[in-house]
């Protein structure tokens, strides 16, 4: 019913192409996603700073069925909870 595909080595041009094209792509593309959350986080460290809070909580857009990225800024009471996730004061 099926007729299987010959087994056979990639050639010379397709490895170039894999190397040269795909693989480049993909780094690139895992780049851009890692210095975006770099970039929030920052930016929320700084605004929690700025604002005299001792701590803070940023959360990347897609994380925990959330759909952008969310800052919130830790009291001191806050920072000391443990096992709960406090909810802090919304900055973005």
Known sequence: MYERLPDKEPTSFELKIFKWVFLPIIAIGLFLIFSDVSKGRIKCENICLEKEFPDF????????????????????????????????????
Do not use: A, M, Q
């Open 57 to 92: 909580r940023y959360t990347p857009s897609g994380r925990y069925g959330i759909g952008g990225d969310t800052c919130h800024c830790l009291t001191e009471e806050e920072n000391n909870i443990k096992n709960r996730i406090p909810e802090g004061t919304r900055v973005f």
